[in-house]
C-alpha cells in the first residue's frame, strides 16, 4: 500500500490526497479503470463523508460502521447514485498514485 495520512478526519484525508503530489485526481467517469484507487465523499460541514478503495470489477471496500471493519460496502455505481454521497456539499472525487499504471483494469 501507500501512505496517504495518519488520521481518522475524511475532511484531512481529502486535504492530504488533493495537496499530496504522489497522489492525483481523475475524472468519476474513469472509477472503475483504477483498482487500488481511492473514492472519496469530503465530510464537510453538517455532512458526514466516506472513504473507499476501489477494488477490480467495481466493487468498493470501506469501513463496515457496525463492526469496524473492512469490508465490499458499494459499487462504485451504487456510491454515486446514493443520495447521501449525491448530496455531498464537497462532491465525490477518485485519486490514484501519480505514478499509477493501472488504468485499464
Given amino acids: 500500500?501507500?501512505?496517504?495520512?495518519?488520521?481518522?478526519s475524511i475532511a484531512d484525508m481529502y486535504n492530504a490526497l488533493k495537496n499530496n503530489g504522489d497522489w492525483e485526481e481523475v475524472p468519476?467517469?474513469?472509477?472503475?479503470?483504477?483498482?487500488g484507487g481511492v473514492i472519496i465523499t469530503p465530510s464537510g460541514t453538517g455532512y458526514i463523508g466516506?472513504?473507499?478503495v476501489i477494488g477490480e470489477n467495481g466493487q468498493i471496500y470501506s469501513n463496515v460502521?457496525?463492526?469496524?471493519?473492512?469490508?465490499?460496502?458499494y459499487t462504485i455505481n451504487s456510491w454515486l447514485s446514493?443520495?447521501?454521497f449525491k448530496a455531498?456539499?464537497?462532491?465525490t472525487h477518485v485519486f490514484v498514485r501519480g505514478d499509477s499504471n493501472n488504468s485499464g483494469g
Fill in 1 to 8: 500500500g501507500y501512505p496517504i495520512t495518519a488520521t481518522n
Fill in 28 to 35: 468519476l467517469s474513469a472509477a472503475g479503470s483504477y483498482v
Fill in 50 to 52: 466516506n472513504v473507499g
Fill in 65 to 73: 460502521a457496525s463492526t469496524g471493519t473492512l469490508g465490499q460496502t
Fill in 82 to 84: 446514493s443520495s447521501h
Fill in 88 to 91: 455531498a456539499p464537497l462532491g
